[in-house]
């Protein structure tokens, strides 16, 4: 690994690390925001908008990355976020800390950036493995974000949760203005459709809070049937403009390339069940013995049987890097997949022991990570150089949409038959619910497996293909 390459990681490591504590450092002031604001609902704006800001970002900074200076647009989005956290941490009102949470949701484009600017300065054949190393560190920041935001919370105010965030974003902007090297920016295309922006940012928007707040307002509330409707009609207005479009600001184009559907698919279905997980392992293990399901653990012991799940990932990572280099796609894929899927099936059978569930922890942690890991380095090799952000942000908005999709449908399979709590409060999942959502996220992981198995090119094809992407790259 050459001097440069661990100077462009390191960068992108820490610029990373800033996007994951802005994500998981809110959940540990929740309480106390609630607390001092009173407003639950308005409260959940300040993690609502600051994801929907990120998903949207993700897909047009990544674009915008690969049209001008992916470093320069990395710079700006740092600020932009550093912004945002100095207004949450300096605001006195809750709609001061939602304000600010919307601007911190910019720094969600600095995932498909980072990847962009490792496609630029890291050898493709290596790509993978520093892909590894980024999901890795991605996944264990987040364990790390909640933990630091909790001691902040015990020892200082909320307002210190917002200006820590402020400092880890000014070490990033430094590092990466010194690590990462200033190619050379590209001019704007004459003809590009900037209305693709315009009619694709609402369009998202509008389907992602519907799909947020339906718990609160019903299917059938005019409220989401009015934001579903918005949501369709500007998608409809959306593709057609693209299709249209000589130069297309998003090419949904893209999709026509077998590699890269089947990766937007296999993201799909990861949204839909693994990204549950949370969810329904949470509930699991600190509900009562007394009902029939769960194991009675404290929210703490909870936690820390959970933890293996992403210190995983810093072995998964750039394991997977390397298998998927010297295995190939399918293979990785479905060792992945159908790993995962087992680690499932195994929890229905036997989810009664902490020292099991520990075991599941780090299997699906593995698992999980290492096709993390897998489906974006796949993304990263098969869209074109100069579409690299754009590609890993259609990743990352396509998993928030069905994550929200599949939230839903988590919710609503463990409320599907319920038990009252050992003191007669609560209504909570009975030990068939819980074997019904896990076979359901069972099913879901293993479906990805099941699509490239299906529909995958040969190994020799796909190599073929690869090797002639790299080359055109160079």
């Known amino acids: ?44 704006w300040a993690i609502t908008g600051f994801l929907l800001v990120s998903a949207i970002s993700a897909v047009l900074f990544g674009r915008l990355g690969d049209m001008f200076n992916r470093k320069r647009l990395l710079l700006w989005v740092i600020v932009i976020s550093i ?50 190393f980024l999901s890795g560190v991605m996944s264990v920041t987040g364990g790390v974000g909640l933990y630091l935001g909790g001691m ?40 590009t459709n900037y209305l693709g922006g315009l009619l694709f940012a609402p369009s998202v928007a509008f389907l992602l809070i519907a799909f947020t707040k339906v718990r609160d307002w019903g299917f059938a509330s005019p409220s989401v049937v009015t934001l579903l409707m918005l949501s369709m009609v500007l998608a409809v207005l959306w593709v057609r403009s693209e299709l249209k479009a000589e130069k297309p600001l998003l090419n949904v184009r893209l999709l026509l390339d077998r590699e890269i559907l089947l990766v937007v698919l296999a993201t799909g279905f990861f949204g839909l069940s693994w990204m549950q997980f949370g969810q329904t392992w949470s509930l699991f293990l600190q509900q009562s013995v007394d009902t029939g399901a769960g194991l009675g653990l404290s929210a703490s012991a909870a936690g820390l049987v959970m933890q293996p799940q992403s210190l995983m990932s810093l072995i998964a990572g750039p394991v997977a890097g390397w298998f998927l280099i010297r295995y190939g796609t399918r293979a990785s894929i479905l060792l992945g997949s159908f790993g995962l899927g087992a680690a499932w099936v195994a929890a229905i059978l036997k989810n009664d022991a902490v020292w099991f569930i520990l075991l599941l922890m ?54 599907s038959t319920t038990v009252t709590g050992p003191d007669g409060r609560g209504q909570f999942p009975s030990a068939a619910a819980y074997d019904i959502t896990m076979s359901y996220i069972a099913v879901g992981t293993l479906l990805i497996g099941v699509v490239y198995l299906v529909f995958h090119r040969s190994s020799r094809r796909v190599a073929s293909l690869e090797s002639s992407r790299s080359e055109s790259a160079t």
């Open 152 to 191: 902040i919370i015990d020892h200082l105010s909320w307002h210190w949760i917002f200006f820590t965030t402020a400092s880890i974003g000014v070490i990033a902007w430094i590092v990466v203005y010194i690590a990462i090297p200033d190619n050379a920016g590209k001019d704007p295309e004459p003809g």
């Open 1 to 44: 690994m050459s001097r440069s390459s661990i100077k462009v990681t390191a960068a992108v490591l820490i610029a990373e690390v800033l996007s994951m504590i802005e994500i998981t450092m809110i959940y540990a002031a929740m309480r106390v925001l609630v607390e001092d604001f009173g407003s639950p609902g308005a409260i959940s």
């Open 362 to 415: 780090i299997v699906m942690g593995f698992t999980s990570s290492f096709l993390v890991t897998v489906k974006v380095s796949i993304m990263a090799r098969a869209a074109p150089a100069h579409q690299t952000g754009e590609a890993i942000g259609m990743l990352t908005l396509v998993r928030s949409i069905f994550n929200s999709i599949g939230a839903l449908v988590v919710f609503f399979l463990l409320s």
């Open 83 to 132: 912004v945002g956290s100095l207004i949450s941490g300096f605001s006195s009102t809750i709609t001061g800390v939602v304000v600010g949470r919307c601007v911190q949701g910019v720094a969600g484009g600095i995932f498909p950036l980072c990847i962009g600017v490792l496609r630029e300065n890291i050898d493709i054949r290596k790509l993978p493995i520093f892909i590894g």
